[in-house]
């Protein structure tokens, strides 16, 4: 009489086998988990920052001012500067300035001692902390005190945007309506001359800035902070004088 396997033996390997692919996913999970979970602890934070916003007309330029209000310092270098401005014809220009920006010129010409000045704005204003923002193509000498020229700062001026950093209490500016006009992307740039523009772009490109100012036309300003994805600041205003 042959003796009878008890209902329980054929069940064994695939309970085994069930309870081998169970561990295995968990194990799997839990790893993709933790990896994932690195990921988001290492991601920087973007800085919190209070940034006022003001515009007018300062010695004739029309000028767009932020202030650092308070909270982290910010580093330019980290960031990006996106703008929408709409036209009096409805036209919307986005404008995106970067650290390595080409620099925009003041609208005159002879701005300082018959040379054209550069900027990267926004820029920082205070010149007993910074100096002077604005820089001609080379050294010059106006009432005693000398100007570095562009030539002189291969790394660029440290009150630049891309190269400053803005703590609490600094104001940056654009400054001059040719500055202001290439910021809100009234001029068109080109990345591989530092130095865009002639005098009938700027001429053209302030123009249609100071129409927009006189028709209060909308500018959309977005801060950009690139390692994070985050926008430390994302304010609409109103062009005003």
């Known amino acids: 009489m042959r003796k009878g396997r008890t209902p329980t033996d054929d069940a064994v390997s695939p309970v085994v086998g069930v309870m ?49 209000m308070g909270g982290d310092p910010i580093r330019t270098k980290d960031c990006q500067f996106i703008t929408f401005l709409t036209l009096p014809n409805g036209t919307v220009i986005r404008h995106v300035q970067t650290p390595t920006s080409p620099l925009a010129r003041s609208e005159s010409a002879s701005q300082i001692a018959g040379n054209p000045s550069y900027s990267r704005g926004p820029h920082l204003t205070d010149p007993q902390k910074y100096a002077y923002p ?82 209060n036309c909308k500018l959309e300003i977005k801060l950009l902070h690139v390692p994070s994805g985050k926008y430390i600041l994302d304010k609409t205003i109103t062009l005003q004088g």
């Open 20 to 68: 081998l692919m169970l561990v295995v996913t968990i194990i799997i999970a839990a790893v993709v988990s933790g990896f994932a979970g690195g990921l988001v602890s290492t991601q920087e934070k973007a800085p919190q920052a209070s940034i006022a916003i003001s515009t007018g007309y300062v010695d004739g330029n029309f000028d767009i001012k932020f202030e650092h």
């Open 134 to 215: 604005c820089n001609p193509p080379s050294n010059v000498t106006v009432n005693g005190w000398q100007i570095l020229g562009v030539d002189a700062l291969p790394e660029g001026n440290y009150a630049w945007f891309g190269n400053a950093v803005w703590l609490p209490g600094d104001v940056a500016r654009t400054y001059n309506n040719g500055f202001t006009a290439n910021f809100v992307g009234l001029i068109p740039t080109d990345a591989n001359n530092p130095y865009p523009g002639t005098d009938e772009v700027y001429s053209a490109g302030v123009a249609t800035l100071k129409e927009c100012v006189q028709k």
